[in-house]
């Protein structure tokens, strides 16, 4: 059968993208994270080169390259791995990564000329927890735990959390547009005068039972209760709720980044696989 290539051309081929997220599933890529990436940075889309390889309608194959960082993201369908060197090599990226596991992808990277950063600098690590057994989320006397956030307010502890953050009212209403988004799953923390202290966003792979983890945060005034834990762990009853029976996170795992990952561990997370960073001379 015959693969062509293409431009991206909008919100339909995220859906081909994230169907191949489905399909190819575990790899680096869920569905949430494709929905979160593309949209919640402000006006940084048109500067985003993508390209998908398909095969009788179906994605099995895409590139996205992102400017200003000259960073290559991709994913390539198990079945189709031939294609790996061609889709590495669509863009001239400075940087790109793979998970560390998946030798065959290594290899063409490192045939392609890509060359593995050192083991201390910054690399990500998926954490995996199943949902069979949860206990309930603690809180501190008049906070409280709510989905279906109003936008504003959500977007103003996200900026807090996050500070400096493109994230805006807009970018953040086009997130709760794309699939999968779902309000249920949109976890906050109420403070006792009403703001948001703390946000877990949680996306579900209806498919394979896979919630994510994207992305967590607690206002500075508010941290060092327990308030990160609480959301975590009420979003994760309520991705079991949905149908998930398995919760996914990505966390920094490098030493100069502890916090994030100690918190998911604690929540009983397990490290799972790492990535690998890559540069191109």
């Given at each position: 059968m015959s693969i062509s290539t293409r431009p991206y051309e909008g919100p339909d081929d995220l859906r081909l993208m994230q169907q191949l997220c489905v399909e190819a599933w575990p790899s680096q890529w869920h569905v949430g994270d494709l929905a979160w990436d593309r949209f919640h940075r402000a006006g940084h889309e048109p500067e985003w080169r993508t390209t998908l390889w398909l095969e009788e309608g179906r994605c099995v194959a895409w590139a996205w390259f992102r400017q200003p960082e000259g960073?290559?993201?991709?994913?390539?369908?198990?079945?189709?791995?031939?294609?790996?060197?061609?889709?590495?090599?669509?863009?001239?990226?400075?940087?790109?990564?793979?998970?560390?596991?998946?030798?065959?992808?290594?290899?063409?990277?490192?045939?392609?000329?890509?060359?593995?950063?050192?083991?201390?600098?910054?690399?990500?690590?998926?954490?995996?927890?199943?949902?069979?057994?949860?206990?309930?989320?603690?809180?501190?006397?008049?906070?409280?735990?709510?989905?279906?956030?109003?936008?504003?307010?959500?977007?103003?502890?996200?900026?807090?959390?996050?500070?400096?953050?493109?994230?805006?009212?807009?970018?953040?209403?086009?997130?709760?547009?794309?699939?999968?988004?779902?309000?249920?799953?949109?976890?906050?923390?109420?403070?006792?005068?009403?703001?948001?202290?703390?946000?877990?966003?949680a996306w579900l792979d209806r498919e394979n039972g896979v919630g994510e983890f994207e992305p967590v945060g607690t206002h500075p005034d508010h941290r060092r209760r327990g308030l990160a834990t609480a959301v975590s762990t009420y979003a994760l009853h309520r991705l079991r709720e949905a149908g998930a029976h398995t919760a996914v996170v990505y966390a920094r795992g490098d030493a100069a980044y502890p916090a994030a990952k100690l918190l998911y561990e604690s929540l009983a997370f397990v490290q799972h696989v790492r990535t690998r960073t890559f540069t191109h001379p």
């Open positions: 960073e290559l993201a991709f994913l390539v369908h198990p079945k189709r791995r031939e294609l790996t060197a061609e889709v590495v090599l669509k863009e001239d990226a400075r940087s790109t990564s793979a998970l560390a596991e998946d030798t065959q992808t290594v290899a063409v990277l490192e045939r392609a000329g890509y060359v593995a950063t050192t083991a201390d600098e910054p690399f990500m690590v998926r954490l995996v927890r199943d949902l069979a057994d949860l206990v309930d989320p603690v809180l501190e006397q008049g906070y409280e735990l709510r989905h279906s956030p109003e936008l504003a307010a959500r977007v103003a502890v996200h900026r807090a959390a996050w500070e400096p953050s493109r994230l805006t009212e807009e970018s953040y209403a086009n997130v709760m547009r794309a699939w999968p988004y779902r309000a249920d799953l949109d976890c906050v923390v109420v403070a006792p005068d009403g703001s948001f202290a703390a946000f877990c966003l």
